[in-house]
């Protein structure tokens, strides 16, 4: 009996880990294709990893940040004098002028944002990207522990950047916008024209909608539409860039150039907000941080 | 045990590493570091050991990625089977073998989770226009192959040379005098 489980001891464990990732998925399948993780095991590894490549890329970010700020400027001084004598003159000419360009930087943005949407954002560094080519996804360094959950939209101050997908204590995994899992309910700013906003697996987005005249067109802006109860109304998502029109189907896509460049994301903003539609999917107020359930009743 | 603990460390460095090059390199030039480990390990160590540690990295992998919970385990538990089979009928102790065996496997792996993924999810993460990088990869991971796998039993056999001796001192000292 002993000889002969000796024999059969490897192929049953394999058949049994076989199974238990089958099981796994099947799982993991209803929880909405991976959303809500916030209490799996998962998150002990989330939380080991996350320091660990903290501290890796911090000489890389530092030798960039050194680069940025001081070898690439070298070449640029007499630009740079140039460029402030310009400002002064600016500044001299037209004081409401400059207070706009001030206005616009992004801290700014991010401020109003803020106000216009009645949510509190926790700032995020992106500490690590998705193991796998393939899913496009980042680790953030702030969890739970941080009021941050699942089902909360993550922005920058150009616009909307993804959902988080599974919280740590002290780190979360945000799900891009361009992963081909993620679907965003958007519509065009100018002619209200709505429709699905879908990644690609590329750096671009494909907007698909419903053909009612000439309402999408390039140029034109995508913002979220806030219908679905997962993202608030007006989140910009990016621009068309090309529309595919094809006459034969009622439904015609679109390439949307986001507005978030995802190559250089490293400051991130988490709204601490769930929509609706999150709050049925992760099970009432219970898993809401207080902050988060103020700011929801005034949320959009 | 200690190859044990080494290879549980090798394991969680594969996978930091994986994260930490992601945000720097592009994805075509990106090694799938925990197929190399899985194809290296299931060659140089007991089946055992492989098999397990093909499981965890495979649910470590899940975990830090987008993918659904157990579809990159299962991918390389399948890839463990695979390297036991072929390394039973070549010997894949030798580089060209060992390379052009994790070529094709690289792109099978690629398949494997656009198969599963458009199974459980509906949708496929790999299209057309990730053929070139799946390629590319395939083609790193092939050429990392040897090297890898001369580090990982490099590392094993100096291991258990280690814990073998260390075994071999305690016997004889609690062997009796007569």
């Keep these: 009996m002993r000889e002969f489980l000796g024999r059969l001891g490897l192929p049953l464990l394999f058949g049994a880990l076989v199974l238990l990732t089958l099981f796994a998925m099947v799982a993991d399948r209803r929880v909405l294709a991976g959303l809500g993780r916030d209490r799996s095991v998962g998150s002990a590894l989330i939380e080991l990893v996350v320091p660990v490549q903290k501290a890796l890329l911090f000489p890389v970010d530092a030798t960039r940040d050194l680069w940025a700020r001081y070898v690439a400027l070298v070449g640029l001084r007499a630009e740079n004098e140039r460029l402030r004598a310009r400002l002064a003159e600016l500044e001299e000419q037209n004081l409401q002028y400059a207070e706009a360009i001030v206005a616009s930087g992004h801290l700014q943005r991010i401020a109003e944002m803020r106000e216009n949407f009645g949510v509190p954002l926790r700032p995020a560094q992106v500490v690590g990207h998705d193991v796998s080519p393939w899913f496009r996804s980042v680790l953030v360094d702030r969890g739970g522990s941080h009021e941050v959950r699942s089902g909360m939209p993550v922005v920058t101050d150009r616009g909307l950047v993804g959902l988080v997908t599974a919280s740590a204590p002290h780190a979360a995994r945000v799900m891009l916008l361009l992963d081909r899992q993620s679907a965003v309910d958007g519509m065009i700013q100018r002619s209200r024209a709505r429709g699905i906003v879908r990644g690609t697996g590329t750096g671009q987005l494909e907007f698909t909608f419903m053909v009612r005249g000439d309402d999408v067109r390039p140029g034109d802006d995508v913002i979220t539409s806030g219908v679905g109860g997962v993202h608030p109304k007006g989140l910009r998502i990016g621009r068309i860039v090309e529309v595919r029109a094809d006459s034969a189907s009622l439904l015609h896509t679109a390439t949307v150039q986001p507005a978030v460049d995802f190559g250089r994301l490293e400051q991130v903003f988490v709204m601490l907000h769930r929509g609706p539609t999150m709050e049925l999917l992760y099970g009432g107020e219970g898993d809401l941080p207080e902050a988060t359930a103020r700011a929801g009743d005034g949320a959009p | 045990m200690r190859p044990a603990v080494a290879l549980v460390l090798l394991a969680l460095g594969a996978l930091v590493l994986q994260g ?22 299931a060659v140089a160590a007991p089946a055992t050991w492989a098999l397990l540690l093909a499981a965890g990295l495979g649910f470590g992998a899940d975990v830090l990625s987008g993918t659904l919970m157990g579809q990159l385990a299962l991918l390389r538990l399948l890839a463990f089977a695979t390297t036991r089979f072929v390394h039973a009928q070549f010997h894949l102790e030798r580089a060209i073998p060992l390379a052009s065996f994790c070529f094709a496997l690289a792109l099978l792996d690629a398949l494997g989770l656009a198969a599963l ?6 949708a496929s993460p790999l299209g057309l226009e990730a053929v070139p990088t799946a390629l590319a990869r395939a083609a790193l991971v092939a050429a990392l192959a040897p090297g ?3 580090l990982v039993s490099g590392v094993l056999a100096s291991l258990y040379e280690g814990d073998g001796r260390r075994r071999e001192v305690r016997f004889d000292t609690r062997r009796p005098v007569i």
């Design chain 2, 20 to 41: 930490t090059l992601a945000a720097l390199v592009p994805p075509a030039l990106l090694p799938d570091l925990a197929l190399l480990l899985t194809v290296t390990v």
């Design chain 2, 117 to 122: 993924s458009r199974l459980f999810l509906g």
């Design chain 2, 148 to 150: 890898a796998h001369r």
